[in-house]
């Protein structure tokens, strides 16, 4: 890739390429090799907490000096200087005095999947960056490039793809932005065909001559599987539901009978047509004999009243009937969903409590050998609920890192970890799941999953990745059952984000495009 950069984006007449590496396969060598090889300086944007590890990368990957990397905002960038690396907040205020016709330019966004649609702010600022200092060569860096809609895509296809602006932006977010999008899915493959180079570990698993890694799902039997069912938690809810509606009745009946009156008044106004006189006589009697849910039907016949209601001037009369209506519809919906999510949380906390009790032997046995444990979690309250169980059976020597933390704090956490074994490192997935490079440890444990089979791998590939000279554990501590409980539910998310990944980025393309007639037809 890096030999031939710049002859595939000459002939493609790209703005630059997608680097979608599996974690731990070398993108970030790539990027640069690829910026020094081509370009005279480059300017790097990843996330806030990555700053630190593409300093370190910067000075054991390549000979530049140290004084002619630029932290910023904390340094200020020179005339001498070769590398700045900023956070996406600050990119925007990045002012480079490099001349664009003999310095060429690049531009590296680390975790780009982090920043996902083209209309956002971050993405913006780095476009408008881009034009402003007519920087042509953009690398973008992620395992994942999608985290769940194809929608997402926009921000790459705006910075790399010429074909793309944000006057297409309105339709491709129509056409991609739901998690059922599938239609014309091969027109985004053969795009990303031309831009995005994937790698997959285990197509490089030969050339990285890792040491075996062991996945093994620890069996536990729990003492009452049934509060860890969906079923339960679900029926748990519903029944709170009907105790929240009974506190609310009085207001409820003051909005329906508002509403009826509203309905009584329209359907004797002449100006209704017959048509819309028939969906306002459904919705009227469906609030008054209290079966109004939020259907499909109704949803449609909602649409249709306010479309004509404004239509005819009656736009108070609109407004008024559409608040109405969504009030009466969503009290059972928020009171379902209140305590839906306060039962899950007790239920989860409950879950890893007992999860990681039950096997404490196996952890105080991995300690004991002087062994490093890395343990990730969804949530910060299932963190605290594993600290109180390590805590209580006598393992102290225990850190933790969580969205919460600094800079500072994580780099304290972390350099106990690497210093210290017998370190238990308890962390959220979503703040050390990627960036950090952990292969001083070797064994990994969770009870509770992600939502998406990306965000375990890369957890895992903190420590099982190219440094990594020793067998690699993971453990997944899980219910023996085999009825539906959270856990399962949540393999099941995973699995389905798994497969939305492997249809657009695994799947050849089903059909050729000839770009010519395509690009006459969207010209016409």
Not at 435 to 447: D, K, M, N, Q, S
Request: glycine share 2%.
């Amino acid at each position: 890739f890096v030999l031939h950069y710049g002859e595939y984006k000459s002939n493609l007449n790209l703005k630059g390429y997608y680097l979608a590496f599996d974690v731990g396969t070398g993108k970030t060598l790539a990027a640069m090799y690829t910026a020094l090889a081509y370009g005279s300086r480059f300017v790097v944007v990843c996330p806030k907490t990555l700053i630190l590890n593409w300093l370190d990368e910067i000075e054991k990957l390549t000979v530049i000096p140290r004084e002619q990397v630029c932290a910023f905002p904390l340094e200020m960038p020179h005339k001498d200087t070769i590398a700045i690396i900023t956070n996406f907040d600050n990119v925007r205020k990045i002012n480079i005095t490099w001349n664009p016709v003999t310095e060429r330019t690049f531009l590296i966004v680390d975790e780009a999947q982090v920043v996902r649609y083209a209309d956002t702010i971050t993405i913006q600022n780095m476009y408008k960056f881009c034009v402003m200092h007519s920087i042509n060569d953009i690398l973008l860096l992620s395992g994942t490039p999608v985290k769940g809609r194809y929608a997402e895509l926009s921000a790459a296809f705006l910075l790399l793809d010429p074909l793309f602006d944000m006057d297409a932006y309105p339709y491709f977010i129509k056409a991609y932005n739901s998690p059922k999008a599938i239609k014309a899915i091969d027109l985004i493959k053969h795009r990303l065909s031309l831009s995005m180079l994937r790698v997959t570990r285990h197509e490089v698993q030969a050339h990285l001559a890792l040491p075996p890694k062991h996945e093994i799902t620890v069996e536990t039997h729990v003492d009452n599987v049934s509060i860890y069912l969906v079923d339960t938690i679900v029926n748990e809810a519903r029944e709170h539901t009907k105790e929240c509606l009974q506190q609310q009745q009085t207001s409820l009946d003051k909005t329906k009978q508002e509403l009826i009156q509203l309905l009584d008044n329209l359907y004797n106004n002449d100006l209704i047509s017959p048509e819309t006189k028939q969906n306002i006589k459904t919705i009227r009697d469906s609030v008054h004999d209290n079966t109004i849910r939020p259907s499909k039907a109704i949803l449609v016949m909602r649409k249709q009243i306010q479309e004509e209601l404004t239509q005819k001037g009656l736009t108070k009369e609109a407004k008024q009937f559409n608040k109405l209506l969504t009030t009466i519809m969503m009290v059972e919906l928020k009171c379902f969903a209140s305590k839906l999510m306060q039962n899950y949380k007790q239920t989860l906390i409950r879950l890893v409590t007992e999860l990681y009790d039950k096997n404490i032997k196996l952890i105080r046995d991995l300690v004991s050998e002087g062994e490093r444990i890395i343990i990730f979690t969804n949530y910060r309250f299932t963190l605290e609920a594993i600290m109180k169980v390590l805590q209580k059976h006598g393992l102290n020597n225990v850190v933790y890192i969580t969205g919460e933390k600094s800079l500072k704090q994580r780099k304290q956490a972390i350099d106990q970890f690497k210093n210290q074994p017998e370190t238990i490192l308890i962390a959220t997935y979503a703040s050390l799941s990627f960036g950090y490079t952990l292969t001083e440890g070797r064994i990994v444990i969770y009870a509770d999953l992600p939502f998406r089979d990306v965000d375990l791998h890369q957890a895992i590939a903190r420590v099982y990745r190219k440094s990594q000279t020793r067998e690699t554990y993971v453990y997944y501590l899980k219910i023996a059952t085999t009825e539906l409980t959270i856990q399962q539910k949540q393999e099941m998310l995973v699995t389905l984000f798994k497969e939305r990944v492997r249809k657009l980025f695994d799947e050849p393309v089903t059909r050729q495009f000839d770009l010519k007639k395509l690009e006459s037809r969207v010209i016409a």
